[in-house]
């Protein structure tokens, strides 16, 4: 079930919205649960049991880490727990991928599984991982089954995020306070990422198919193309992350922020502080510093960047072609720390110029099909490979998009967000925004209802993840 779905938008949440207000205190989180539980197994509900078996395999654990005096005895419960999950996430997500490599490496004819990903597994598996670390470390632990249930399969950010760790909402589990403020500001933030991602993000990948199916490419036609889908990315999942936020204030909870305005950065370093910030920091906290993070010599500390951006690559899907986007960020990562970025600080467009350019290359490597598709694209970018400049069909498309790609450029930056709170520091503005704001929030709403019943394109790159 998707978000920017009609039976989501206009059944599902209606529904359980009634079911939560109504239940009252102490049945609020089983209203949450059962209604995730649906929510996951809208699809595949097969599924809903290896989701139940994680939970109560990573209740079970913490309960017997925290139980526990010996630090050996609470490591080997650890690793259980952990192994297990991961288990489960590598069997269902990158069996196939094994398979086919060993398949590949053997000569071998070993049948492929086949498996339908679970959706959300690699998020729920890491929250997971995240709770039994963090009791390990000393956190206490969630003795109600049930509060540890709703936040590991808690529908509004299972699918896409952020990933929220245990520790920012466990206060919120047993008691959270719920408004009429707090309640229109989610549906504010909701209905905000809604139009994101039907309105933007949307349509640019309708571009971006365009141009993968185009006999007519051309240099100018191959950037057109990253940029697209640079920026439809962007609105696809930060889109996604506005509603699980916003979803998430409406039902009481705060969940972290996910992204802040990566496209702005001034280096590749300086981006990955600012794009899909809980993956970020979950890789920092669990991975990168429990290796020695760069409190070690300088070639373990390369050593460490490259696992956790192997890692990282191999997190967004069982490819080669994450695995070396992940690896091709490592790259780009250790070079600044060596002696670019401080060369990079110093300049005002330079560096703008180098980000776009890198995260241009990236996104096109993260949505090929494979590294000869991959390499293709990228010499054409470059103009190899006796590509024109221009073609017809690129020009057509160009005044086409220009618009959508336009919005898409401005609002990945902070600009229309800094011009409302300048307009909101005058009284007058702010009694003006007071009144067009609601108004405005409608009209999209019934744009993006408009589009949706239409039947418009609205696929999720995630759901792969």
């Known amino acids: 079930m998707l978000f920017s779905g009609i039976p989501f938008l206009y059944y599902f949440l209606p529904v359980v919205l009634i079911l939560y207000f109504i239940a009252p205190q102490k049945l609020k989180n089983i209203v949450l649960l059962i209604s995730s539980l649906v929510f996951y197994g809208w699809g595949e509900p097969k599924y809903v049991v290896l989701m139940v078996a994680s939970i109560i395999i990573g209740y079970v654990s913490g309960l017997l880490i925290e139980a526990k005096n010996n630090i050996r005895d609470k490591k080997i419960i650890l690793f259980i727990s952990v192994f297990i999950n991961l288990g489960f996430l590598a069997y269902f997500k990158y069996a196939d991928f094994f398979i086919d490599n060993f398949n590949a490496v053997t000569g071998l004819g070993i049948p492929l599984l086949r498996i339908a990903l679970p959706i959300g597994i690699s998020f729920y598996t890491f929250q997971i991982l995240s709770y039994t670390v963090d009791v390990y470390r000393g956190t206490p632990t969630q003795k109600r089954v049930i509060n540890l249930a709703t936040y590991i399969t808690m529908f509004p950010?299972?699918?896409?995020?952020?990933?929220?760790?245990?520790?920012?909402?466990?206060?919120?589990?047993?008691?959270?306070?719920?408004?009429?403020?707090?309640?229109?500001?989610?549906?504010?933030?909701?209905?905000?990422?809604?139009?994101?991602?039907?309105?933007?993000?949307?349509?640019?990948?309708?571009?971006?198919?365009?141009?993968?199916?185009?006999?007519?490419?051309?240099?100018?036609?191959?950037?057109?193309?990253?940029?697209?889908?640079?920026?439809?990315?962007?609105?696809?999942f930060s889109g996604y992350s506005d509603m699980a936020i916003g979803l998430g204030k409406i039902f009481g909870f705060n969940f972290c922020e996910n992204f802040n305005y990566p496209f702005i950065s001034k280096s590749a370093t300086e981006f990955w502080r600012r794009w899909h910030m809980s993956l970020g920091s979950w890789f920092r906290d669990y991975v990168y510093i429990p290796m020695g993070g760069n409190r070690v010599s300088?070639?373990?500390?390369?050593?460490?960047?490259?696992?956790?951006?192997?890692?990282?690559?191999?997190?967004?899907?069982?490819?080669?072609?994450?695995?070396?986007?992940?690896?091709?960020?490592?790259?780009?990562?250790?070079?600044?720390k060596m002696f670019l970025l401080k060369h990079l600080e110093k300049s005002r467009v330079l560096n703008r110029v180098y980000v776009l350019v890198v995260i241009g290359v990236s996104f096109v490597i993260f949505n090929a099909a494979d590294m000869g598709e991959a390499f293709e694209y990228i010499k054409g970018m470059f103009g190899f490979g006796n590509v024109p400049l221009i073609s017809e069909e690129y020009l057509y498309y160009l005044r086409s998009y220009a618009l959508p790609v336009g919005l898409g450029l401005i609002g990945s930056t902070p600009v229309v967000k800094n011009a409302v709170l300048k307009l909101c520091e005058k009284a007058k503005a702010q009694k003006v925004i007071n009144i067009i704001e609601p108004i405005v929030l409608v009209a999209l709403a019934v744009t993006v209802t408009a589009y949706l019943v239409d039947g418009s394109f609205n696929p999720f790159l995630y759901f792969r993840f």
């Open 157 to 236: 950010q299972l699918i896409a995020g952020p990933i929220v760790r245990y520790t920012d909402i466990a206060n919120e589990l047993g008691e959270r306070t719920h408004s009429l403020d707090k309640f229109a500001e989610g549906a504010r933030r909701f209905i905000i990422g809604l139009s994101k991602k039907v309105l933007v993000a949307n349509i640019l990948g309708e571009l971006c198919d365009t141009f993968k199916a185009s006999e007519d490419k051309a240099v100018l036609y191959y950037w057109l193309y990253a940029v697209a889908f640079a920026v439809h990315v962007y609105f696809d």
């Open 298 to 336: 300088k070639p373990r500390w390369f050593f460490n960047i490259f696992t956790v951006w192997m890692l990282t690559g191999f997190w967004h899907g069982a490819a080669w072609t994450f695995i070396i986007w992940g690896l091709y960020f490592a790259i780009f990562l250790c070079i600044e």
